[in-house]
């Protein structure tokens, strides 16, 4: 557990749980480990159960997440803990028998664990700063004394509701001890940020900072209103922001929702208005990516109306009776196939349009499924999004649709799914609550970007219907720059 250079090209053991009921959560967070490392190196994500001695050796950093209480641990995996040179991230639980190994544990290393805090803990300070940490977390962090100054340090402390702070991540030379699991509970705001750029200081501690800032013009199809679209590019390229523009080309309202119960069907090709104001924001700094083909699913209400720019694409929904919307799974006759059939539909329907077809892809409400995926990544080098990743992706058994988490990233990955991922980490504007989502306005995408500077190389992303004007946008944009982001195009990003 001593020091040592990592490689300049850093691959990472990533080592999960995975027994008892809860089992499937290692899993899913150990997805999530992965994606974020990706932005350093390569990784292997396995069982910590088929762990074999000396199996890290071919590695340079190792992540542990015990997310299973007494999850047996392999004593060659402990062993060779206690023995590397590398770093090691250790996360939450079972670290009682880590120290087991150890003749003298705490003046070893400085430090030691004295039990689990279940006290409501609302927010990390890191590097100055206060992120959030959701109370209904109940599953506690896990207390820890640091006995040697010299040998260990608290590198972020959660907060009490009291105001008394304990540390929330230590670390002993290459050791690295999370008192949880970054992942649970996560919100714009959270500890999860701390968790992000704390990967820089294992991987990448002599990274320039560097603060990027990307705006996306959202939900934009062949109804679109052509003025809302020119102004909107006027707003931005006065600032000299560069933009994305999320385009669906084809436009279907099945059942007649916005149009007195007839049904409706055009494409970009039947709106010539609407595709000049899309190449004249081109011509303003705007970059066209595609946003699906329909933005909805036949004639279901997937899960609201069934039209465009409503209603999921490559994933089914519905609303519950406590007015939460819930991922279901794949469309009816999803595959590879379908989902590449579909695509190129929308492929071709650019092509109609006299418009060249877009490299970048995001799928409509950021929800696809396995085979959809594996699709988009064989069409389309990058995506601009938050993914969803299921279980069973990693451990190779059959996917479970019901057991998925999305992610946002404050920094480009290349994702579980092999596709490089542009950062979406702000969110949106939303005026008014639905869904059981409160209001999101202006001042709240700031106070997630100001939570972002924490992230010594990361990005304040955010997107923007154009219906609701320019001021909003243009508040926005200003605040990002007074904070000290600067804009670029999305089609630039390669780190």
């Given at each position: 557990m001593s020091g040592a250079a990592l490689a300049a090209s850093p691959n990472t053991l990533i080592l999960y749980d995975s027994t008892g009921p809860w089992g499937f959560l290692g899993e899913l967070y150990a997805q999530q480990t992965a994606n974020l490392v990706s932005h350093f190196g390569t990784w292997k994500a396995i069982p910590v159960g088929t762990y074999v001695a000396g199996q890290m050796a071919g590695f340079t950093a190792v992540v542990y997440i015990g997310s299973t209480y007494d999850e047996p641990l392999p004593l060659a995996f402990l062993a060779d803990v206690r023995a590397t040179t590398i770093p090691v991230l250790w996360m939450y639980d079972n670290i009682w028998q880590l120290t087991a190994e150890f003749a003298d544990f705490p003046g070893t290393t400085g430090w030691t664990w004295t039990g689990f805090d279940f006290s409501q803990i609302p927010s990390v300070q890191y590097k100055g700063t206060q992120l959030d940490r959701d109370l209904l977390n109940g599953g506690g962090i896990m207390g820890t004394t640091l006995a040697d100054p010299s040998k260990a340090q608290a590198l972020a402390t959660a907060q009490r509701t009291d105001g008394t702070t304990i540390p929330w991540v230590v670390q002993s030379g290459q050791f690295y001890y999370f008192t949880e699991i970054p992942f649970s509970y996560v919100s714009p705001n959270d500890r999860y940020l701390a968790f992000a750029d704390l990967l820089y200081a294992v991987y990448n501690p002599a990274a320039a900072t560097r603060h990027r800032a990307l705006v996306r013009i959202e939900d934009v199809g062949p109804d679109a209103d052509p003025a809302e679209l020119r102004a909107v590019a006027d707003a931005l390229?006065?600032?000299?922001?560069?933009?994305?523009?999320?385009?669906?080309?084809?436009?279907?309202?099945?059942?007649?929702?916005?149009?007195?119960?007839?049904?409706?069907?055009?494409?970009?090709?039947?709106?010539?208005?609407?595709?000049?104001?899309?190449?004249?924001?081109?011509?303003?700094?705007?970059?066209?990516?595609?946003?699906?083909?329909?933005?909805?699913?036949?004639?279901?209400?997937?899960?609201?109306?069934?039209?465009?720019?409503?209603?999921?694409?490559?994933?089914?929904?519905?609303?519950?009776?406590?007015?939460?919307?819930?991922?279901?799974?794949?469309?009816?006759?999803?595959?590879?196939?379908?989902?590449?059939?579909?695509?190129?539909?929308?492929?071709?329907?650019?092509?109609?349009?006299?418009?060249?077809?877009?490299?970048?892809?995001?799928?409509?409400?950021?929800?696809?499924?396995?085979?959809?995926?594996?699709?988009?990544?064989a069409l389309f080098p990058k995506r601009y999004d938050r993914g969803l990743y299921f279980g069973g992706i990693l451990s190779g058994g059959a996917i479970s649709y019901s057991r998925l988490n999305g992610q946002f990233f404050p920094y480009p990955v290349k994702d579980i799914y092999g596709s490089f991922v542009i950062p979406e980490n702000l969110g949106n504007v939303e005026p008014v609550a639905f869904n059981n989502h409160p209001p999101r306005l202006p001042a709240d995408i700031l106070t997630t970007a100001q939570k972002n500077l924490v992230i010594r190389d990361g990005f304040a992303s955010f997107f923007y219907h154009p219906y609701l004007g320019t001021p909003m946008l243009t508040e926005i944009v200003d605040g990002l720059k007074v904070q000290g982001w600067t804009f670029v195009a999305a089609g630039s990003i390669t780190n």
């Open positions: 390229f006065a600032r000299a922001v560069p933009f994305s523009v999320a385009v669906y080309p084809g436009y279907r309202d099945p059942n007649g929702t916005y149009n007195g119960g007839v049904a409706t069907s055009y494409d970009l090709v039947n709106r010539p208005t609407v595709v000049s104001a899309l190449k004249y924001m081109q011509s303003r700094g705007g970059t066209l990516l595609m946003h699906g083909y329909t933005h909805q699913f036949s004639k279901l209400l997937n899960p609201y109306s069934g039209a465009s720019a409503d209603d999921f694409e490559f994933f089914i929904a519905h609303i519950d009776s406590a007015n939460n919307v819930v991922y279901d799974g794949p469309v009816p006759g999803d595959s590879q196939v379908w989902a590449t059939s579909r695509i190129k539909s929308g492929m071709n329907a650019f092509t109609r349009a006299g418009l060249t077809v877009p490299t970048i892809f995001e799928p409509p409400h950021y929800a696809a499924s396995v085979p959809d995926y594996k699709a988009i990544l």
